[in-house]
Structures are given as structure tokens and as C-alpha cells.
């Protein structure tokens, strides 16, 4: 069944995670509309979290510019439950949830704009979107003069590997889940799943890491079974976020920092200089390199990366590694396999080599699909430009894309802190919809994006994860000059040069 639906909102919020909440609070005072699928605010914080996920960070690198946390110099990592709950407050403190309509499931979108606007709010509908609610079979469609898309990369649909043929998990007799599915668990199902069963883990990343302490958990005692977690390419991994007795961030998270760092439309003098001060770039990552070496035994287990630590640094790829990580390794309880191919057998996971390993649970901690969940509702030829021409999507101040109409896309382009990002792009787009700036023309938006993607190519084989870390402090001058703002926010030159940015240096100008 499909019914119109009458509303008296202009804009389209999907999605209640980070980024969706963010944009809801920023545009508040448009009351937009925000269609989220599931029953809780959070995202992948609410539905995409095992028992043990910490954030990767204190509470002060992580909150929202006008909403501090609790006990926020606590130097502990909050859990995931704490940062629902966070969250739950900020929503709650600016009247956010009378916006969202839960269990409602966007399904379509549909573009019914007429002629070209320069405005994001053109006085007439550009957009119908189709919402399933949760246990129905009606379609309620609605229409819109924007769209903002807050789906996110992560959660929803998982990434799943091929294999060769009759070699898949079929096969297999054993159990077989993604993370996606594990999330789900509550402590105890996820203890029985592990508990006394011969485990492999599928990836190295933090996910994986983490799965893998609770699996070693699980499995404590003479009768606990070995966790094998299967490597493909390894990654950096900190103890925590000091390097030699000196805070990480000195390294990348300040002003004078980022200047030895490519950025986007630099000029000619500051390219040279970038390619004079090269060696210097190279040897702060072997610094950096020096003290992990020193302080985990990477080498000794093989799980030294062949890239620099720059590179996962300027692809967003650097974690924590869990607390005991490498305590459970020398006990046996974690052991590592480096591979490259795979495919199951009827007991557990066969190798190019021919050789097996048998399993019990296989957990396959190998990513989602983001791409593919944003090009399910999207029309044509709109979801075929998404990521053209470079592979990755376009995103002027990491929000517009340059050849879509009316929409905006919040939570795609990541940083060192996500919420961070998605709260200052929040506070641009609102601006953007207030006419309080104007949008450059289409061929300037798209060779600024252009300019951006080929600066994180030459920062990192991982460019496609789209993460603008090394050059974070000018993307924000840029939103900042847009603003009408400073862009220097930091109250001394000395601060302003060698302190660490953070959300609290991007504090609304009235």
C-alpha cells in the first residue's frame, strides 16, 4: 500500500546516529522531519557495538560544542553505553526526539525539482522520499525542499568475501556470523558463542581486536580454546596517545604540525616547501613507528605493517589496541595467522597452500557496505554520480555534492573525531540553508573536491576511506571563513600554533 502523506516540514533529516542528531539540533529552527529506521538514537553506537566498545578517546575529545559530558576531565574512555546515554542527554536537552520519527525506514527517494535553485530551500518541493514504518506494509511518501542523508558508512550491511565456488560458508558446519550480527548479542549469548569453541576471526582492525579480547575472555582456563584471527594487511596500533613522553596530538593535531602536511589549492611556494620539509614528515612517523616497536611486540608476531604510520594516520585507520591485548597473545589464548586467500571446508577454513584449520564459530569482522545502502534509495543518475569520477564521493566542505540538488550528506568524510566533524558541518549547512553565504559555482565545487581527493591520494594508499586527518585545521579555516567566522580560534599566537584543536575551539560566534 502507498499513501500521501501532508507535511509542514521543508527538510528531511535520515538517519538519528552522530551525525543525524547533529544536523537535526543545528536546524532546529526549520523543524525538520528525521526518519530513523530503528527504535533508539545512537547509530552504530546504539546497534553496532560489542559488550566491551570503548571510544577510542577521552570524553573532551568527543562532545558536542555546547553540550560538555558529565565528569568530562574523567581520563577514562567512556563505554558505548556511556556514550548513548551522552547522547540521549543532548537530544533530550534541545527537544530533539519531537523531530524523529522512529522505526521508519526511508526506502526512496525520488527527485521532482523542476528547474535549478541557488537556494537549499527553493519554496517547492525537489524531493519525495518514501518511508516504510517498522511491522507495516504501507508507504507513506512525503516531499521536501532538501534532504539531508545521515546514514553513515558504517553498520546496516555487511561487507561479505567472496568465494571460489562450493567453498563458501555452505559448507561449513560450524556456526558463521558477521560482527553486524554479533553486535546483537547480549553478554551472556556472546559468552556462550565463544566459550569452550574454536574461534577465527576474519580481519586485523579494531573490531577484530576487540572481538578477539572477548574471546580470550571467554576462554579462560585449561579448558579455553585459542582465538585465531586471520591477517591480510596490518595496521598501527598506539598503547595509548603518547609518543616518547610527548602527546600524539604535538604531531598532527596542531597548526604549525599540519603546515608539513599537503593541502588542498595550496600554492606553489607552500607546495615546495611541503617537498622540502618531506624528510621531516617521514621522520616523525618513524618516531611515532619507534615507540610502537618499542612498547608492543609487533615484530615478534609479525604484525608489523609494511606502510607507514602516517599512512593509517591520514586514512583514519589508527586504534587503540584493547588494554592486555598482548598479555592473552602470550598465553595462547590469541594467535595470529597471516594469509591472503581463504575459502571454508566443512571444518573450519582452508588456505592456498592446502593447509586447514579447523573451526567452530567464524566470525568475519571484514566491514560494511556503506556505498551500497546509500545507492539503494538513491535515483539515477544521481546514485551513479556518488562516486564520480575518482572512485569516492565528491563532497564540498565535505557536505554538497556539487551535481546533486537540494541534498546534503552529513557523516562521510572522517577526521580524528567523527562527532566533531558532523557537528561543524552542521553548523555550515545550516548556514548555507540561512543564506548566510553563498555556494560557488558548480565547476568551483567540484575542483575543490577534486583538489582534496588527490591530496589524500598522495597521503595514503588508503584514500578511499575518505578521511581528511593531516589537513583537518585548514578544512576548518575554510568552513570558518565561509561562517563569517575566525579562523584562528585558539586567544595566543603560541596556542594557536602548537595547541591541539578540538571542538571546543569551533564555539558558535554570535
Known amino acids: 500500500m502507498m499513501a500521501m502523506n501532508e507535511n509542514h516540514s521543508k527538510i528531511c533529516i535520515i538517519g538519528a546516529g552522530v551525525s543525524g542528531i547533529a544536523a537535526a539540533k543545528q536546524l532546529s529552527h526549520h523543524n525538520p522531519i528525521v526518519f530513523e529506521a530503528t527504535d533508539s538514537i545512537g547509530g552504530v553506537w546504539s546497534h553496532c557495538s560489542y559488550n566491551s566498545t570503548k571510544l577510542q578517546s577521552n570524553r573532551r575529545g568527543y562532545e558536542f560544542t555546547d553540550f560538555h559530558w558529565p ?68 508507504i507513506q511518501w512525503y516531499e521536501f525542499e532538501l534532504v539531508v542523508v ?24 560450524g556456526k558463521v556470523l558477521h560482527t553486524l550480527d554479533y553486535c546483537k548479542l547480549d553478554h551472556e549469548a556472546a559468552t556462550q558463542l565463544l566459550k569452550g569453541n574454536k574461534v577465527v576471526i576474519v580481519g586485523s582492525k579494531k573490531s577484530a581486536l576487540d572481538l578477539a579480547m572477548e574471546s580470550a575472555q571467554a576462554n579462560q582456563g585449561p579448558n579455553g ?16 596517545y603518547w609518543v616518547w613522553g610527548l602527546p600524539l596530538s ?11 602536511h599537503e593541502r588542498p589549492g595550496q600554492g606553489l611556494l607552500k607546495t615546495l616547501l611541503c617537498l622540502m620539509l618531506s624528510p621531516l614528515r617521514r621522520g616523525v612517523s618513524k618516531f611515532i613507528e619507534s615507540y610502537i616497536l618499542w612498547k608492543l611486540p609487533l615484530e615478534k608476531y609479525g604484525l608489523k605493517p609494511e606502510h607507514s604510520f602516517e599512512e593509517d594516520y591520514a586514512s583514519c ?3 587503540i589496541m584493547p588494554e592486555n591485548f598482548f598479555s592473552e597473545v602470550e598465553k595462547g589464548k590469541i594467535v595470529f595467522k597471516k594469509v591472503s586467500k581463504w575459502w571454508f571446508w566443512n571444518g573450519g ?47 564540498y566542505r565535505g557536505t554538497i555534492h556539487p551535481l546533486i540538488p537540494n541534498m546534503a550528506f552529513v557523516g562521510y568524510v572522517e577526521s580524528l573525531s567523527n562527532l566533531h566533524s558532523s557537528e561543524l558541518r552542521s553548523v555550515w549547512l545550516a548556514g548555507l540553508v540561512d543564506e548566510k553565504f553563498k555556494l560557488p559555482s558548480v565547476e568551483s565545487m567540484l575542483s575543490q573536491t577534486l583538489k582534496e581527493i588527490e591530496v589524500m591520494k598522495r597521503s595514503t594508499r588508503f584514500y578511499k576511506r575518505h578521511c581528511i ?29 602548537f595547541g591541539a584543536y578540538s571542538s571546543e575551539d569551533f564555539e558558535k560566534e554570535d
Not at 585465531?228 to 598503547?239: E, I, Y
Open 71 to 138: 565528569q568530562r576531565d574523567n581520563p577514562e574512555f567512556p563505554t558505548h553505553l556511556q556514550i548513548l546515554s551522552y547522547l540521549h542527554s543532548y537530544a533530550q536537552h534541545f527537544d530533539l526526539i519531537k523531530n524523529i520519527r522512529f522505526n521508519s525506514k526511508v526506502v526512496e527517494i525520488n527527485f521532482i525539482g523542476h528547474q535549478p535553485s541557488s537556494t537549499m530551500l527553493p519554496g517547492h518541493p525537489v524531493w519525495r522520499v518514501a518511508v516504510k514504518a517498522t511491522h507495516s506494509d504501507t
Open 150 to 173: 545521515c546514514i553513515g558508512k558504517y553498520g546496516d550491511i555487511a561487507e561479505i568475501p567472496e568465494y571460489p565456488s562450493k567453498k563458501g560458508h555452505e559448507v561449513f558446519k
Open 225 to 240: 580454546q585459542p582465538c585465531t584471527m586471520l591477517v591480510r594487511s596490518s595496521h598501527w596500533t598506539v598503547p595509548h
Open 250 to 260: 604535538l604531531f598532527y593535531s596542531t597548526r604549525s604540525s599540519q603546515f608539513i
Open 317 to 319: 585507520q589508527m586504534a
Open 349 to 395: 577454513i582452508e588456505f592456498e597452500d592446502n593447509s586447514k584449520l579447523e573451526a567452530d564459530v567464524v566470525v568475519l569482522a571484514t566491514g560494511f557496505d556503506g556505498k551500497k545502502k546509500l545507492k539503494a534509495i538513491m535515483p539515477e543518475p544521481f546514485g551513479s554520480l556518488l562516486e564520480y569520477p575518482t572512485g569516492i564521493m565528491p563532497l
Open 469 to 497: 586527518s593531516t589537513y583537518s585545521i585548514n578544512h576548518g579555516d575554510e568552513i570558518c571563513k565561509d561562517l563569517g567566522w575566525s579562523s584562528w580560534r585558539k586567544k595566543t599566537w603560541i596556542s594557536e600554533a
